[in-house]
């Protein structure tokens, strides 16, 4: 696996090429990044993954410092996944000078559910991601691909790639779960374990809500998802059900096979998200 550090570099990686095959990611990586890995093996002449904690999408309070970095590690199950490039910029080879020009996602989509809980993050999403497009993709296009987990990613991603015309194609990989149903997260590593056993709570709770809205629709439902986490000690900030199109509140005419269940909820210091789609 060759490693690039350096934009330069990188072009001249991947100048023999012309349909990468993309996964950004912060690194501190898990089974779930492996798989989109895998899931992009076939989709290109050449499998690139990026490994850059950006800086742009943590608000001041957030865990930025602290954001676990397992440098040796990512390397070797990346190699072993069959990744050719590795794209690992430092924070000056990607913003060699302040990053002024930022991309702003239509707020219709990008300043709900996380972005009115976390200002600016999907600001700070798309402008990184324009950018790491820009030195991956920008020669010829390519494919990219995006964890179901970050659904509300996932779309801002497919809206930004489809208005600005670029020639990239999205495609989704599905949520990897632990064996008792915990979405695979990065942050999971934060968790006690006695938090670690609690956890799975929020994947239990959607999944209900979900049968009982597919059962009688009513907004009545997430409040009341949301006071059965708090009465385990949770702090949730939503538990609620949405068009997978476009994240609006679902109705009760919207099919079954048409909407998704998010939910955003703190456990002691850490923050989980999760949704399930039905």
């Avoid at 990219?144 to 970050?150: E, H, L, T």
Wanted: overall charge neutral; aromatic content about 8%.
């Amino acid at each position: 696996m060759l490693i690039a550090h350096t934009i330069d570099d990188l072009r001249q990686a991947l100048a023999p090429y012309r349909r990468p095959a993309f996964v950004p990611t912060m690194g501190n990586l898990h089974d779930g990044h492996i798989a989109l890995v895998e899931q992009a093996l076939p989709l290109g002449d050449v499998t690139v993954a990026s490994i850059f904690v950006n800086r742009l999408q943590f608000l001041p309070h957030e865990d930025f410092d602290s954001y676990p970095r397992t440098w040796e590690a990512d390397c070797n199950r990346l190699q072993a996944a069959g990744c050719k490039v590795l794209f690992a910029p430092r924070e000056a080879d990607l913003y060699p000078e302040p990053q002024t020009f930022k991309v702003h996602p239509d707020p219709a989509l990008a300043d709900l559910l996380e972005g009115h809980f976390r200002p600016g993050f999907f600001t700070g999403v798309a402008t990184v991601v324009m950018k790491l497009f820009a030195c991956v993709l920008g020669q010829s296009g390519g494919t990219a691909v995006f964890g179901k987990k970050d659904y509300q990613q996932l779309l801002v991603i497919r809206q930004m790639v489809r208005q600005f015309a670029l020639p990239i194609t999205v495609v989704a990989g599905e949520t990897c779960r632990a064996p008792d149903g915990l979405a695979l997260s990065s942050r999971n590593g934060y968790l006690s374990l006695q938090e670690r056993q609690e956890a799975v709570a929020l994947s239990q709770a959607l999944r209900q809500l979900a049968v009982r809205w597919g059962q009688q629709p009513g907004v009545e439902l997430e409040k009341q998802a949301m006071d059965g986490l708090r009465a385990r000690g949770w702090q949730p900030d939503y538990l609620t059900v949405r068009r997978r199109v476009d994240l609006q509140p679902a109705r009760a005419e919207d099919a079954v096979g048409t909407l998704v269940v998010l939910g955003a909820a703190r456990l002691g210091a850490t923050r989980l998200i999760d949704n399930w789609e039905f």
